[in-house]
Nanobody, 130 residues
């Protein structure tokens, strides 16, 4: 069983930075893809960034939504049991509940950032004040 726990959410000013952490436990074969999603009030949950750590030449690949490219960076620790999301130049539109998710996926499916992961955390709130 894979367990996912997010932390690091906070309130920041526009232009500020924040780093979220996601602790992931369980069989590594069941979590080849780890990702960050977010859901703003009144909106659907959307994919933000993902990391593929499974086997093959695509191992280590990262994927981003267009809205965060160049501002957000997703990375794991060496043991791949923690996933980070470094968020820079934050905007009010980034305000949302941020979720971490994990699942066994191919690199292509990982990059789709589709809202169909098997394992989810409870979310951590990020608020960006204008």
């Amino acid at each position: 069983q894979v367990q996912v726990v997010e932390s690091g959410g906070a309130s920041v000013q526009t232009g500020g930075s924040l780093k979220l952490s996601c602790a992931v436990s369980g069989p590594i074969s069941s979590r080849s893809c780890m990702a960050w999603f977010r859901q703003a009030p009144g909106k659907e949950r959307e994919g933000v960034a993902a990391f593929y750590g499974g086997p093959g030449r695509d191992s280590g690949s990262t994927y981003y939504a267009d809205s965060v490219k160049g501002r957000f960076t997703v990375s794991p620790n060496n043991a791949q049991n923690t996933l980070y999301l470094q968020m820079n130049n934050l905007k009010p539109d980034d305000t949302a509940l941020y979720y971490c998710a994990a699942d066994r996926k191919s690199p292509w499916a990982c990059g789709w950032l589709k809202n169909d992961f098997a394992y989810w955390g409870q979310g951590t709130q990020v608020t960006v004040a204008s």
